[in-house]
């Protein structure tokens, strides 16, 4: 009896446990005795410089690219300026973020693997591509000038091929440094991906634009400069878009009072928001409603545009690293799914059909 008890199955009741979700439980304030969960990063005004200069000299190229495309023997002075500036800004942003580094003279290791999932590391690539055909682009250009006829010399032609490539990768230069911040843990950062990058393209944009004005107004090609005028323009108005859908994401995840109020607050509103749209709008407004553009204010409106860009940078750096001090802000972004997240695992498809914060 007892050995046909035995030959029979044994059944188990094998009760299936829900799956933890986390964000679905409210946070109501707890923090572990105030301390911050995430370190600010290491990032100072160094790296902030970088993202400046970087993305200037990638919208540089960009548009040098397109006048030589597009444009005739009247832009010979930006297609010249904005190669010179592609490879300025590359000499310039790569000391500061060598400098960055906590051994410099080991940044080679930078190169030495290739990652994509790691913005930095695709990022040195970017770097370094764009500095190698930004040069060949400027040496080319300069050593095969535009003949008196109109014609182009073999090593002119040169650079037309090599700009191509560089204005590609300067594509990514005025944007790859947002994803550089946003794949941290920082609150701040972390929190509106694809408007960080909007508003760092646009301002790489119009800042290229302004440098590249004020060289136009220095060389006297005064329809030149209300072009580049009108360009810097359309992307301080699409840098403002994008600012406001940056500050949307901040409020709608609780993370932006740090780039709001105390001093940093008020050196953005009226650093990179007042001075560095607000300016040059209204400045290169006035100049496309006249008959007779201002030269002042075409340069008050151009400087305001470079001054802005970098009181913008230095101003969400700072902010950034303030917001990683302050533990509310981090478990207030951990509330919600990142900005753009889809679910790619198995178990975080299961636990996203059971529901989103809303």
Known sequence: MKQEQARQPVER????????????????????????????????WRVAAYVYVAGLAGSAQIIATLADRLGDERDET????????????????????????????????????????SPMSFGSYILGAFGAASGLTAVAH?????????????????????????????AGMSTYTAALLSA??????????????????????????????????????ADNSRRLDGLAAVAAAGELIATAFAE?????????????DGPIGMSYKT???????????????????????????????????LAGGMVMRQAIFQAGNK??????DYFRLTQRLPEGAKPRRRVDRA????????
């Open 351 to 358: 636990v996203d059909a059971r529901g989103r914060l809303p």
């Open 323 to 328: 917001s990683a001090e302050r533990p509310d």
């Open 184 to 221: 941290t843990s920082t609150p701040l950062w972390a929190s509106a991906p694809q408007a960080m990058a909007a508003q760092f393209g646009t301002s790489s944009m119009a800042t290229a634009a302004a440098a590249l004005s004020l060289g136009e107004q220095i060389a006297g090609n």
């Open 13 to 44: 009741r094998v009760e299936q446990t829900a799956i933890p979700h986390p964000a679905v439980e409210e946070w109501n304030g707890e923090t572990y005795y105030g301390q911050a969960s995430v370190k600010p990063s290491p990032f100072d």
């Open 248 to 260: 949307k994401r901040h409020r709608e995840t609780g993370v932006g009072a740090t780039l709001r």
């Open 142 to 170: 300069l050593i095969g000038e535009r003949r008196a006829d109109g014609g182009r010399s073999p090593m002119r032609r040169a650079a037309d091929m090599t700009q191509v490539p560089a204005a590609f990768l300067g």
């Open 271 to 305: 650093g990179a928001l007042a001075l560095g749209l607000g300016v040059p709008l209204v400045c290169h407004s006035i100049n496309a409603l006249s008959k007779r553009p201002s030269r002042g204010l075409s340069i008050l409106g151009s400087l305001a545009l």
């Open 78 to 117: 930006t297609i010249r300026n904005g190669r010179l500036l592609a490879v300025a800004g590359v000499a310039i942003g790569a000391p500061l973020l060598i400098m960055d580094l906590k051994t410099p003279s080991r940044f080679y290791n930078m190169l030495r693997i290739y990652r994509t999932s």
